[in-house]
C-alpha cells in the first residue's frame, strides 16, 4: 500500500525549538506513525536554532519577495525527522523564543511571521514541490491555522486538512487590516469565517475550514464546546462537533526512560525503585534541600501561567510545611509567581527549593528523584508531566481536568472503574481542594506497600505514542474515505 502522504505544520519541534508540549508533540508523532503507514513531513519556520541543524538541507524553492523580502524553501532532516524549513530571515532570524521579543512582549509582526509559514504550507498542499505532494495538511494551533484557510480560499482541488489544537487560550488575535497585509480575500473577515469580535483570529479560520479537528484529550474536546472552556469559541466547537475529537498525547518514552536515562543520577526501573532514593538526593542536593529520606518530597515542572494553578500551590505553603513535606519547583514565566516562590523557598530553606528557568536535565533529575509531581492546572488540554511522571514512578496529584482526567486514575475512582490507581485528583480546582489531596498523598506515603502499588501501576501505564498514532492513522483515512466520497458526488473543497 503506498503510504499517506501528510504535511505537519508546527512553529516548534522537539529537539530544535520548544516552548512546551506542541513541540514534544510535534517531534514525536512524525515518527510514531512511520509504523502505521504514514509518511509525515514538518514545515518549520527558519529560527536561528533550526537553521543551524540545516547545514546540508537542499533547496527546493527561492521566492524574491516572500511577506516582505525574499525567502527559502529548505528540504533536509534531523534525528530522524523530514523537514521543511521556511528560511525567510526577516520574519525568523531572531534567537530566543520563538513568539516574544526581548521586552516580554509579543513580536508586533508575528501576524506576519506565521501567516506567511502557512501560506507555504498551503502551497506545498498545492503541488508547489513535485516530489512531496501531500494528501493532507496537519496544521497544529494557531500559528499554522492559516493553512486550511489558505487552502480553502484558493478553491479547487486541495489535500485534506486537520488543525489540531494544543491549547485554546492562544488564538492568534490581529487587527482587521491583518486580512488584506496576508493576502486573504476581503469576504474572509466575515462571522462565517476569521472575524472574531472586530478582530482577526487566525485560529477560528483553522477551526472553520479544516475538515477535521483534533485535541489532545477527549475531556478538553468536551471542556472546549462550553461557554467557559469555549474561550469564546465554544460556539463555533459545538457547530463543528460532529468533526471534532480527542486523542491523547503520548510520550517519547527512548528519551523519558528511567532505565536509561543520561540525566539522572541512578537509572532503576518498577522492579528496582530503591534506586530512585539516588536521585531523591541528587535532586535535594541540586536544590539545596537538607537530604530527608523520609519526608514526601513534591515536584512541579511547569510553565508559571495563571493555566498552571502555581497559585493554588503558593497558597497551600503551610500546607507543605505542617504536613513535613519538602518541594522542588522548575518553572520560568510569571514574574510576580518567581518572586514568591522565590521568597519561600528563602524563607524555608529547609523545605522548599526552586529554580527558575527552562533545564531539561533538572526536568528529569525532578521525575526521577521527587515522589509525587503537582499538577494544579485550571484548564490542561492534555498535559505531558504527569505522563512522564506515571513512567518514572513519581506519583502525580493532579487537578480533575482535560487530560489530566482522562489519564490519571484516582485512587478513590479506581475501584468503581475496574483500573488500577495511578494517583491523586482534585477538583473543582481550589486552594482547599489541593490541600486535601496533598494530606491525602501525605497519608498514603506513609503506607510504603500502598505508594509502592501506586508507583508500579503508573510505571505500567502505556504513555507512549504507539497506540496514539494509530488513531491518527486512522483520521487520516477517514478523513481521505471522506472526500473520496464528496468528489464522488461532484462536491469539493
Ligand atoms: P504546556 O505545553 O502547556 O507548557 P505540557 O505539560 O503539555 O505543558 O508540556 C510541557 C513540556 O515542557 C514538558 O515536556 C515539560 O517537561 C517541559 N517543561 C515545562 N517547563 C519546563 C522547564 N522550566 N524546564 C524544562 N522543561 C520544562
Not at 494557531?142 to 486537520?162: D, E, K, M, N, S
Not at 463555533?236 to 503520548?250: D, F, H, K, M, Y
Not at 477538583?427 to 510504603?448: I, S
Not at 477517514?478 to 473543497?493: F, K, P
Amino acid at each position: 500500500m503506498t503510504p499517506v502522504r501528510v504535511l505537519s505544520v508546527a512553529s516548534e519541534i522537539y529537539p530544535l525549538i520548544k516552548t512546551g508540549g506542541l513541540a514534544d508533540v510535534a517531534g514525536a508523532l512524525p515518527l510514531a506513525l512511520q509504523a502505521c503507514g504514514v509518511e509525515m513531513k514538518t514545515l518549520v519556520p527558519g529560527y536561528p536554532d533550526v537553521m543551524k541543524a540545516m547545514a546540508s538541507a537542499e533547496t527546493r524553492l527561492e521566492l524574491h519577495n516572500f511577506y516582505g523580502g525574499p525567502a527559502r524553501l529548505l528540504e533536509g532532516s534531523h534525528d530522524g525527522l523530514a523537514l521543511f524549513v521556511l528560511d525567510a530571515p526577516q520574519l525568523f532570524a531572531r534567537p530566543g523564543n520563538p513568539y516574544l521579543a526581548p521586552d516580554g512582549k509579543d513580536w508586533p509582526d508575528n501576524g506576519l511571521r506565521f501567516a506567511a509559514l502557512s501560506r507555504m504550507a498551503a502551497n506545498i498542499g498545492l503541488g508547489a514541490i513535485g516530489s512531496f505532494v501531500p494528501d493532507l495538511v496537519h496544521a497544529h494551533d494557531w500559528q499554522a491555522a492559516l493553512a486550511p484557510t489558505f487552502l480553502h480560499y484558493a478553491g479547487g482541488a486541495r489535500p485534506g486538512t486537520v488543525i489540531t489544537l494544543h491549547n485554546l487560550a492562544y488564538q492568534g488575535l490581529f487587527p482587521r487590516n491583518m486580512i488584506e497585509m496576508i493576502g486573504l480575500p476581503p469576504d474572509s473577515f466575515a462571522i462565517q469565517g476569521l472575524e472574531y469580535y472586530g478582530q482577526v483570529s487566525f485560529l477560528k479560520g483553522g477551526l472553520q475550514f479544516a475538515d477535521r479537528i483534533t485535541t489532545v484529550s477527549p475531556t478538553y474536546a468536551k471542556e472546549i464546546q462550553t461557554d467557559d472552556g469555549g474561550m469564546g469559541l465554544g460556539g463555533l466547537l459545538r457547530e463543528r462537533s460532529a468533526v471534532l475529537s480527542g486523542i491523547v498525547n503520548g510520550i517519547d518514552i527512548a528519551v523519558w526512560n528511567p532505565a536509561d536515562d543520561p540525566h539522572i543520577a541512578a537509572t532503576y526501573s518498577a522492579g528496582a525503585l530503591e534506586r530512585r532514593a539516588a536521585n531523591k538526593l541528587a535532586l535535594q542536593q541540586r536544590l539545596g534541600l537538607p537530604p530527608q529520606p523520609d519526608s514526601p518530597l513534591l515536584g512541579v515542572i511547569s510553565r508559571l501561567s495563571p493555566q498552571k494553578g502555581l497559585d493554588l500551590l503558593f497558597a497551600n505553603l503551610d500546607t507543605i510545611l505542617s504536613e513535613g513535606m519538602q518541594l522542588a519547583l522548575l518553572g520560568s514565566g510569571d514574574r510576580e509567581l518567581e518572586v514568591r516562590f522565590a521568597a519561600a523557598a528563602k524563607a524555608h530553606p529547609d523545605a522548599i527549593g526552586v529554580v527558575f528557568g527552562y533545564d531539561e536535565r533538572l526536568a528529569h533529575l525532578i521525575q526521577a528523584g521527587c515522589d509525587a509531581l503537582v499538577v494544579p492546572s485550571r484548564f490542561e488540554p492534555c498535559g505531558l508531566t504527569q505522563l512522564c511522571a506515571l513512567r518514572y514512578g513519581a506519583v502525580p496529584i493532579v487537578a480533575r481536568v482535560g487530560g489530566l482526567d482522562d489519564t490519571i486514575v484516582d485512587a478513590d475512582d479506581a475501584g468503581r472503574l475496574g483500573l488500577a490507581p495511578t494517583g491523586f485528583k482534585f477538583g473543582p480546582v481550589t486552594a482547599d481542594n489541593l490541600a486535601r489531596a496533598l494530606r491525602q498523598a501525605r497519608a498514603l506515603f506513609a503506607d510504603r506497600p500502598a505508594w509502592l502499588g501506586l508507583q508500579r501501576n503508573g510505571m505500567a501505564t502505556d504513555v507512549s505514542w504507539n497506540h496514539r498514532a494509530s488513531r491518527y492513522a486512522e483520521l487520516y483515512h477517514d478523513i481521505l474515505a471522506t472526500r473520496r466520497i464528496a468528489t464522488h458526488h461532484g462536491a469539493t473543497s
